[in-house]
């Protein structure tokens, strides 16, 4: 089975279970990046966090995904204000995402909102055979370990 993982991750805590799905189903990782973003302090990069979560479809960088490759697409999102963050969005809303087996995971530092119906709904024709929330999982434990192996079990 050939398997796509597309996440955009800010504080890293989206790729660090995207590494963790590659390792396990050997997926391939489609990460998407904003155009003009960067590294910032604290500070700085709170504002200009902001400013994307306002913006509806922010510019992403090139990436390259063909959906017809794969026979399962896992998103993977940081919440932002109790929803999926804007560059998933952008990129669902250009995908082309159609008849294929799809799951969602969401990443959070305490509230996952409405996210994960946001993401089920943006993928409406397709079948969605997982959805989980993780909270904080780059700061591991055995219990956030397990956590994500059992999902990743149900994937395949």
């Keep these: 089975m050939k398997i796509a993982v597309v996440f955009y991750s800010l504080d890293g805590n989206c790729a660090h279970i995207a590494e963790k799905i590659k390792s396990r189903l050997d997926a391939d990782l489609i990460r998407l990046h904003i155009k003009n973003e960067k590294k910032r302090g604290k500070a700085a990069g709170f504002f200009w966090a902001i400013g994307v979560m306002l ?77 989980i929330d993780f909270l904080n999982p780059i700061n591991e434990s055995d219990e956030k370990k397990q956590k994500v192996e059992d999902w990743i079990n149900k994937l395949v």
């Design 55 to 131: 913006s509806k479809k922010p510019k992403l960088l090139p990436y390259t995904f063909d959906p017809s490759a794969y026979d399962l697409i896992i998103i993977g999102a940081p919440v932002w204000a109790g929803s999926p963050a804007s560059p998933v969005k952008a990129f669902l809303s250009q995908a082309g995402i159609k008849g294929k087996k799809t799951a969602v995971y969401v990443c959070h530092a305490g509230g996952k909102g409405n996210s994960l119906e946001e993401l089920k709904m943006s993928l409406a024709d397709n079948e969605i055979i997982a959805e």
